[in-house]
């Protein structure tokens, strides 16, 4: 006897006489089966029927959602003594062979049950059984670890992802893990070790260096015989403009509208000797890598900067090597502090004034000197690398500066007429941008800066024609400041020799044209410090870029927005640093599907790029 037959005994009796359900059950079973019950079959129907109440009362006591939640437990067979009522009874006097199932009976019997199951059917209820059959002799089950790297990426909550579990387990059977599975799982990714406070959430850096490393080597499966270097770039920034909760801080003066990050990348693994590759990271600018070491809700300031830097520095000079006890390997590890916008640098290098530079110290008005490039030099400053994805912000923006002044011809204009024809020539400008482009430029954003971000100038740079005839600005200027920009942020090894005669030509066109305006200090730096900077690190300058912690805060944003609980401080910033962490493990990482990456037009960059 199954057990739905007795599920439908039981929800017929319980329509009709709710009271004595049991008692009437097993008289109904005995009638119908022609033979008394045995003591050990009547503990059992009523075992099974106490069953029933619970579940029914745990669905809500609603019948679709029993049977799909009890649909696999109700198709058991409960083995009764007696026959199953439902079936006629057998009789001892039936001649001829048993009867073959479906799958032991030859082609022709086959074909025959066919026939039978098709004239004796609707033609609708064939073809939805064709498509649930088709469904499930194609099923597959996904395991926990590709279930939470879904659940990663598609930043599912609790909620969504069962809603989704159920839809498809309708139809896949256990293709889905439960919900708990994947918070087994999370835990144990979840260092112990972290630190949280009403106004921060930090992790010890060996820790996260650890686990990161072992992480690693064992999704990527690699399993060197020597002793290896985990190389890493980090950094720090401030972000704006969060959202501020109806939460109390112990210390009036922190406000939770400005966060301050410092954050990690893993780079490659190399082996320091012969310094060969043996691992690379190819999403060093992807947010999926960047690992949190500390947040704070606090603005960004000079002594912060300092505080958190050495903070940090004291760190890495007392880390130790991890041992991954499995594979028997010694990791060390290898820090480059890279990921820093111009403003941090500033603070780093004791610069006063943003507009001189930070390696040889160079005042605006000195920047297009020809004996600029004489100057001493500080190359332990090459240390910090070329930002360059704020470099390529700065380049823009200096193209539109030019663009705005050229017909007053002046890098500072002072005169209220030349400002009246400098503000009409920028709005001029940006009006043919948004309509050409379909960029907003240089506007103002409450609490972000301005609109000129990463993509607007990537946009502006990839469609030069447009740009030279909107901003009057010489064709070829914009032309090299783009292959200058593409090759420093390309991730390739850049050919020394070539780049710098472009370097040097492009610094003579400018002065040429317009040497009026003052070259900005990024500008600056990279046409005439560019080559020193390239040199320095054994790594191309562009997998040293900022991108992958300036696009973090967003997500940063939004998780702390949807994914926190809301009751207490603490848990709130434990709950995103806990996001954070998951965010960016790397065995998480490496199952997700890769962003859609803006490529580099490689083509015109080729000359200026060491081939493998």
């Not at 057998?90 to 074909?111: I, L």
């Not at 009036?252 to 780079?267: H, K, T, Y």
């Not at 806990?578 to 493990?585: G, N, T």
């Amino acid at each position: 006897m199954k057990v739905r037959e007795l599920y439908n005994i039981w929800l017929s009796v319980k329509a009709v006489n709710p009271t004595h359900v049991n008692k009437v059950i097993i008289n109904k079973i005995e009638s119908n089966g022609n033979k008394l019950l045995n003591e050990q079959d009547k503990e059992k129907i009523k075992s099974t029927l106490k069953k029933f109440n619970k579940k029914w009362v745990k669905c809500s006591r609603m019948k679709l959602r029993f049977e799909s939640s009890n649909n696999i437990w109700l198709d058991t067979d409960m083995r009764l003594g007696v026959n199953d009522f439902f079936e006629e009874p057998s009789t001892s006097g039936s001649r001829g062979r048993p009867r073959k199932s479906f799958e032991e009976s030859c082609n022709r019997t086959k074909r025959r049950r066919v026939d039978e199951l098709v004239t004796s059917n609707s033609s609708e209820l064939i073809k939805k059984a064709a498509e649930k059959l088709t469904i499930l002799s194609n099923q597959s089950t996904i395991s926990v670890k590709e279930a939470l790297g879904l659940y990663v990426d598609m930043d599912l909550s609790y909620r969504t992802y069962n809603m989704m579990r159920n839809l498809v387990n309708s139809f896949h059977k256990d293709c889905f893990p439960s919900y708990k599975a994947l918070f087994k799982s999370k835990q144990e990714l979840i260092p112990h070790d972290i630190e949280v406070t009403e106004s921060s959430a930090e992790i010890p850096l060996q820790s996260l260096l650890n686990q990161t490393a072992k992480s690693l080597m064992d999704s990527h499966n690699l399993c060197p015989k020597k002793d290896i270097t985990l190389e890493c770039k980090w950094g720090f920034d401030g972000s704006s403009n969060h959202s501020v909760y109806k939460q109390k801080f112990s210390n009036p003066r922190i406000n939770d509208e400005f966060i301050f990050v410092a954050s990690l990348v893993p780079l490659r693994f190399f082996d320091p000797k012969t310094s060969t590759t043996l691992w690379e990271n190819d999403r060093h600018s992807s947010p999926r890598y960047c690992r949190p070491i500390k947040f704070m809700f606090m603005k960004e300031n000079p002594d912060l900067v300092r505080d958190v830097e050495r903070n940090i520095s004291l760190q890495i000079e007392s880390l130790n090597s991890f041992h991954h006890e499995e594979k028997n390997v010694n990791v060390s590890f290898s820090m480059k502090l890279t990921m820093i916008d111009g403003a941090v640098l500033n603070v780093l290098t004791n610069n006063k004034s943003s507009s001189n530079c930070c390696i040889c110290g160079a005042k605006p008005t000195e920047m297009n000197s020809t004996a600029v490039s004489e100057r001493d030099v500080n190359e332990e400053h090459y240390k910090y690398g070329l930002s360059t994805l704020h470099a390529r912000i700065k380049f823009f923006e200096c193209i539109l500066h030019i663009a705005y002044k050229l017909k007053v011809r002046k890098w500072r204009v002072s005169k209220e007429q030349e400002k009246q024809v400098v503000s009409e020539t920028k709005s001029q400008i940006q009006k043919k941008i948004k309509e050409q482009l379909g960029l907003i430029v240089d506007k103002v954003k409450n609490g972000y800066g301005t609109t000129n971000d990463g993509n607007s100038a990537r946009t502006f740079f990839s469609n030069i024609e447009i740009a030279s005839k909107i901003t009057g600005v010489d064709n070829n200027l914009i032309r090299n400041f783009s292959i200058i920009l593409r090759t420093i942020s390309s991730g390739s090894k850049i050919n020394i020799e070539n780049f710098d005669t472009l370097l040097k030509e492009t610094r003579d066109l400018y002065l040429s044209k317009y040497a009026w305006y003052f070259m900005p200090a990024t500008v600056h730096k990279v046409l005439v410090h560019g080559i020193g900077f390239i040199k320095y690190f054994s790594i191309p300058i562009g997998i040293l870029s900022e991108e992958a912690m300036e696009s973090c805060h967003k997500i940063i944003r939004k998780a702390r927005l949807e994914h926190t609980r809301k009751c207490d401080r603490e848990k709130t910033n434990k709950d995103l640093f806990v996001y954070m962490i998951l965010h960016s493990e790397p065995s998480i990482s490496v199952l997700s599907q890769k962003n859609r990456n803006i490529s580099e037009n490689l083509n015109d960059i080729q000359y200026y790029i060491e081939q493998d």
